[in-house]
């Protein structure tokens, strides 16, 4: 069992960067892939970003491409979030996911481990 533990968010301006981190625990990342989701008041949870267990392979979705940048440390049983020149409708609770899988997997159904979530807040 892989327990995730999400750090990093907070308030931020327009414009402003965050950096959002994921530690796990219990067992190793290396055979995990893994990914951020996140979700707004009132709107579907969706996926950020996501990474295979190699850490070369990633996607974003469109609205974050150029912003944000998705990475892991397994030698640390770490993944992190950089998210620049964020956005107010970057705002939303994230969530650091992981599932047993070679490939990149951007499908919450799935996912079978989720951290507890972080709340990020972009706004004047």
């Known amino acids: 069992q892989v327990q995730l533990v999400e750090t990093g968010g907070g308030w931020v301006q327009p414009g402003g960067s965050l950096r959002l981190s994921c530690a796990a625990a219990?067992?190793?990342?290396?055979?995990?892939?893994m990914a951020w989701f996140r979700q707004a008041p009132q709107k579907a949870r969706e996926v950020v970003a996501a990474?295979?267990?190699?850490?070369?392979?990633?996607y974003y979705i469109d609205s974050v491409k150029g912003r944000f940048t998705i990475s892991r440390d397994n030698a640390g049983n770490m993944m992190y979030l950089q998210m620049n020149d964020l956005k107010a409708d970057d705002t939303a609770v994230y969530y650091c996911?992981?599932?047993?899988?070679?490939?990149?997997?951007?499908?919450?159904?799935?996912?079978?481990?989720w951290g507890q979530g972080t709340q990020v807040t972009v706004s004047l």
């Open positions: 996911t992981a599932t047993y899988s070679r490939r990149v997997v951007i499908d919450d159904y799935d996912y079978d481990h």
């Open positions: 219990g067992r190793t990342i290396e055979g995990y892939s």
């Open positions: 990474i295979d267990r190699s850490g070369i392979s990633k």
